[in-house]
């Protein structure tokens, strides 16, 4: 999930290795219904891993109407604390913009529940190695992660696709089985 415009459609695709999988919007705030996805993941062993990747609707952009960005964060925030299998939220931040309101809004609902996030920033390709890092230390203050915890994305140039791929490999591990006691 992340804010309207964020490269959520774009980076889905590099994911998965495909174009136009995920709409990529022509303007912002077009994704507004939540779809799933399947993704079959292949583990270190190479082993195929499963998992269901639910795209949740950008939030934030005002031309999307007021009554439509109302019922926005209600129903994502219902999502996030009532989904019961849910064993992440990945968040897109656009490393040029931060955190918005909402986005720590979100990392909130989700850190109540005890479900761990993946701060994901995109677009990293649109400033430099010395703004990136500061960029980068900046979102980990405000989320109280460690920098190397907030994954630096582009989708135009592939960086940081293989990392988040194996991150989400990670997360379709399966349960440890319990201990034999
Ligand atoms: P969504 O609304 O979050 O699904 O965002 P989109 O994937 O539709 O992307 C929004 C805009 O940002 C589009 O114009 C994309 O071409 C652009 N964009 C997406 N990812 C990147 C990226 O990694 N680098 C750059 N420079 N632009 C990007």
Redesign the pocket.
Known sequence: M?R????????FNAVCGRKGL?R??RS?G??QFLNTFRLVLLGPGRERRHLRCVDLP?YGFAAAGRATRETFAPMIGGYLKGRASLRSLVL?VDIRRGLSDLDEQMLGFAAERGVPSLLVA??V??MGAAERALARERLAVGTGVRPIDVLL?????GLGVGELVADLAGLAAPPRPAADV
């Open positions: 992340g309207s415009n964020v490269g959520k459609s774009s980076l995920a990529v919007s912002p077009r994704t950008g897109l995109t677009k390709d649109k994305t582009s989708s135009t140039k």
